[in-house]
């Protein structure tokens, strides 16, 4: 097989490439929830699902975003540009930017929390509540202390 393959990471990394298949088949059932923070809250508890379904995917990717492949980097950059297409339509009405940087901290703390459960420090329960915290803080949180912030 590796001779398809100049690496075995790229092999892993069209292997997790189909895997993502399925996961992208799965987010793009229209997410429930007629608020921002719904969706939001419905995508990454689906994805959190996936992942719990195949925890050696977790350390698969984990491997792969090590990799100073270039062809293995472009793979990873295009999943990851394709989830974030699918979060990113979950923020209605929001500035692309700021979108954007709400997307990639929840990116950041599912990863986080996701190694956490793999290496047994947490269970699975937690990583949910933890991006329902992450998503709610991000969305409805406002500094009482912020001159123009509404209480």
């Given at each position: 097989?590796?001779?398809?393959?100049?690496?075995?990471?790229?092999?892993?990394?069209?292997?997790?490439?189909?895997?993502?298949?399925?996961?992208?088949?799965?987010l793009?059932?229209?997410?429930?929830?007629?608020?921002?923070?719904?969706?939001?809250?419905?995508?990454?508890?689906?994805?959190?699902?996936?992942?719990?379904?195949?925890?050696?995917?977790?350390?698969?990717?984990?491997?792969?975003?090590?990799?100073?492949?270039?062809?293995?980097?472009?793979?990873?950059?295009?999943?990851?540009?394709?989830?974030?297409?699918?979060?990113?339509?979950?923020?209605?009405?929001?500035?692309?930017?700021?979108?954007?940087?709400?997307?990639?901290?929840?990116?950041?703390?599912?990863?986080?929390?996701?190694?956490?459960?793999?290496?047994?420090a947490?269970v699975?329960?937690?990583?949910?509540?933890?991006?329902?915290?992450?998503?709610?803080?991000?969305?409805?949180?406002?500094?009482?202390?912020?001159?123009?912030?509404?209480?």
């Amino acid at each position: 097989m590796y001779r398809y393959f100049p690496s075995k990471e790229l092999l892993l990394a069209r292997v997790f490439e189909q895997w993502c298949e399925g996961y992208w088949t799965r987010l793009a059932r229209a997410a429930d929830g007629r608020a921002n923070i719904d969706r939001l809250i419905d995508l990454a508890s689906r994805s959190v699902e996936a992942y719990e379904s195949q925890p050696n995917i977790l350390v698969m990717i984990s491997a792969l975003q090590l990799s100073n492949d270039p062809a293995v980097s472009a793979v990873m950059e295009d999943v990851r540009a394709r989830a974030e297409r699918f979060f990113l339509a979950a923020l209605e009405g929001l500035d692309h930017a700021d979108a954007a940087g709400i997307v990639d901290v929840v990116f950041a703390v599912m990863g986080a929390k996701l190694a956490e459960w793999v290496r047994g420090a947490i269970v699975i329960g937690e990583v949910h509540r933890a991006m329902e915290t992450t998503i709610r803080l991000l969305l409805e949180y406002q500094d009482p202390t912020v001159i123009g912030a509404t209480a």
